[in-house]
């Protein structure tokens, strides 16, 4: 089932990605084959097989609730595209 | 002159494997800053041809080699010194972290990932990072945003991936031993297509505190060397509970010995699923070969079903794809990386991430939101993970009746840079035999099995059970000690 460009918009819109109208057009194509593949996994019952969750069949650890060491402001902030004083700096959000 | 033998015109000190030099150090036949420079010049040399690298810790590796050298070693089974490649989405402190992608251009990790800091504590030197597929998405280092590493068997093809970098560099003899990622293959596969050994542990069994995360479920940490010896080497160091990961296992990592000089009471799996119709025959000729040499030394050869298999590739392409939609929102713009100029935060996220990411981790982004996104959830997401399920339990049948899966690592060998680039479906088709592994969180192994008629590496897999990297080494130990495969070195 081919997508539309619309929806191709939409995806792209949720994802937070700005694309060209070629992009749009080409992610388009790949998208609707590589999902035509990905449909065949409707042909199989799978009404009684539970899901797998996670990727380990190790249970849920517990640690104790202690405060450990994290990095230091100066740290967290070193990789900032742009910051001012202690804090990240980003254009406004509202007009 | 060769510092092992006395001849003149030998290997040259990068050259020896990982355990020759453990060997030569604690002899004291050559010094850690000799070693060093010997890498280091082998690097120089013969990067720029290959472009294993994306950065070369040149002097804090030889400060390292020098500090070293200030006390003997006087244990032969010790790592110290020893040099090591670190494929570019492991954290390693005050050194760049690009994951191949713009969007972390520039980035310097301010601590180094649990995997790594082990190998340094054991004493082994990391030497640089290595190229990869953005964000381990690919499965050739085409995606990389900096370029693609060269296969060393033949520069025109490429070297595999996504842990690629590693692999040539493994492979090229620049290191003994490097580590890699394995999501859906990442280092079976180049293991395969560079000719080294290349193990992928268990879900769970090494630490991923510090690795950037791609598919959460699937991300597993492992290793490339010039045999499985050398291979348990590093994995040993590496392997066990980690309290800063989570969903690392508290199994305890056996030590392995490499006694055995045969395969007898080994009952080893034979999957028709993994001989398919359109795979290289020369593939399937070694691959076969190397089975019946398995039973010659002992094995009992077990025909064997995985039914699912077939269904591997869609499940992973909705899973994989659905958790790096989810990982990959943390590269916005705001608190690292680059940002493009934009005059809201909201234009920010679209710019800088539309602009960023190359065309592989759009798509997979595009995939994985589309599959969670509302209406199609149970549809795709739901359903790749019952699924899964069924998967896993094809392998877990298999394992009541035979110890070791033996198979073909790939369908075919080494191919030509840019022979998929516009279709993304057939790169993925790559990836058939080593995508169940990731699925079912069992361990794997890749060895060189022979050459194809162009001259190209032809990787063998073996499977094993949850947390049995043991046996899959000591397999794999066995293996190698009746064939020179995993000895024969490209020149390029």
């Not at chain 2, 040259?12 to 030569?24: A, I, W």
């Not at chain 2, 000799?34 to 010049?41: I, V």
């Not at chain 2, 589309?370 to 997401?381: E, I, K, P, R």
């Amino acid at each position: 089932m081919p997508l539309t460009i619309k929806e191709v918009e939409h995806i792209a819109s949720l994802a937070r990605l700005q694309l060209s109208d070629a992009q749009k057009e080409r992610y388009r194509a790949q998208l609707s084959s590589i999902l035509d593949h990905i449909a065949k996994l409707k042909e199989l019952d799978t009404r009684d097989v539970p899901p797998t969750t996670g990727g380990s069949l190790t249970e849920m650890p517990l640690r104790a609730d202690e405060v450990r060491a994290g990095l230091t402001l100066e740290q967290v902030l070193a990789n900032a595209p742009e910051k001012h004083g202690d804090q990240f700096k980003v254009p406004p959000v509202f007009e | 002159m060769c510092v092992l033998c006395g001849k003149k015109n030998m290997t040259s000190l990068n050259e020896l494997s990982l355990t020759q030099m453990q060997t030569g150090l604690a002899r004291g036949d050559f010094s850690s800053r000799e070693l060093m420079q010997s890498t280091l010049d082998a690097v120089a040399k013969h990067d720029p041809a290959l472009h294993a690298f994306l950065h070369v810790a040149s002097e804090r590796a030889m400060q390292d080699a020098i500090e070293s050298d200030q006390s003997p070693i006087s244990n032969s089974r010790s790592l110290r010194s020893l040099p090591i490649a670190i494929k570019d989405v492991l954290s390693v402190e005050n050194l760049p972290l690009t994951c191949g992608s713009k969007i972390l251009e520039g980035f310097i990790a301010p601590f180094t990932a649990t995997s790594v800091k082990k190998l340094q504590d054991a004493g082994m030197i990391v030497i640089g990072k290595t190229n990869t597929d953005e964000f381990a998405m690919g499965s050739s280092t085409e995606n990389s945003a900096y370029g693609r590493t060269n296969n060393p068997w033949d520069l025109s093809r490429v070297p595999g991936g996504s842990s690629g970098g590693s692999a040539a560099a493994v492979a090229a003899r620049l290191v003994p031993a490097a580590l890699g990622t394995d999501t859906g293959g990442s280092v079976r596969q180049p293991a395969a297509f560079c000719g080294v050994t290349g193990l992928k542990t268990t879900y769970g069994r090494v630490s991923r505190y510090g690795l950037v995360a791609f598919g959460s479920s699937l991300d597993t940490v492992g290793v490339f060397a010039r045999s499985a010896e050398d291979a348990a080497l590093v994995f040993s160091a590496m392997a066990g509970r980690d309290p800063l990961d989570a969903t690392s296992a508290d199994v305890t990592v056996p030590k392995i010995n490499f006694d055995k000089t045969d395969l007898r009471g080994l009952r080893v799996g034979v999957p028709q699923e993994y001989f398919i119709e359109g795979m290289q025959a020369e593939v399937e000729s070694a691959v076969r070969a190397a089975i019946e040499q398995m039973k010659s030394l002992g094995a009992e050869i077990i025909p064997i079903r995985l039914p699912h298999t077939e269904y591997a590739l869609p499940v992973y392409y909705i899973i994989a794809p659905a958790e790096a939609s989810a990982n990959l929102a943390r590269f916005d713009g705001v608190r690292y990386g680059p940002r493009s100029e934009a005059d809201t935060l909201w234009e920010v996220f679209f710019k800088t991430r539309g602009e960023k990411f190359g065309a592989e981790v759009t798509r997979r982004i595009m995939i994985g939101t589309y599959a969670l996104s509302a209406g199609y959830y149970d549809a795709y997401y739901g359903q790749a993970q019952k699924t899964r399920t069924l998967i896993t339990r094809d392998f877990e049948q298999a394992f009541a009746s035979v110890d070791l899966i033996a198979a073909a690592t790939t369908p075919s060998t080494a191919f030509v840079a840019g022979a998929h680039e516009n279709n993304p479906l057939a790169m993925y088709l790559e990836d058939v035999f080593t995508l169940p592994a990731n699925l079912a969180g069992i361990p794997g192994i890749s060895i060189p099995a022979g050459f194809d008629n162009n001259g190209l590496p032809i990787g063998l897999q073996f499977l094993a059970p949850r947390f049995r990297e043991d046996l899959l080494l000591q397999t794999a130990h066995v293996y190698q000690q009746v064939t020179d495969w995993h000895t024969r070195a490209p020149k390029f």
